[in-house]
């Protein structure tokens, strides 16, 4: 977030900017939260491994550093086939996502001009 926040602060705009970052990403987390879920009713080890590595990198922009920790053995696991946890690491993950959905919204809001 410190990138962010930098950015907010050299702009007039930057605050606005910074929500709506914060709005696209939380709309694609939950958008490849629930795609994970799906493709782990189906057995698609490719594609939770596929979405876990598109999401992971963003996470480090905001600070979700646990949440890309999680991904990326989300991955590991899909890619080299061990289902063994794999499905204890997506629940793991959802509760995450959840910490760093309320985390980014907390500070859109405290950050939100009047």
Excluded: W
């Excluded at 990138?3 to 958008?31: H, K, P, W």
């Excluded at 629930?34 to 490719?46: E, F, K, N, V």
């Excluded at 991904?71 to 696991?77: A, D």
């Amino acid at each position: 977030m410190r990138a962010i926040t930098r950015l907010a602060e050299s702009d007039e705009l930057g605050e606005q900017f910074v929500a709506e970052i914060i709005n696209v990403f939380l709309a694609d987390l939950s958008e490849r939260v629930c795609a994970i879920g799906l493709q782990m009713s189906h057995g698609d080890r490719a594609g939770i491994a596929a979405t876990a590595h598109a999401v992971k990198g963003s996470c480090g922009h905001f600070g979700a550093v646990r949440l890309m920790e999680l991904l990326r053995e989300i991955e590991g696991r899909a890619r080299h086939e061990q289902t063994d946890g794999l499905q204890t690491a997506i629940d793991s993950m959802v509760a995450e996502t959840e910490r760093v959905r309320a985390a980014l919204e907390a500070y859109r809001s405290s950050h939100a001009r009047p």
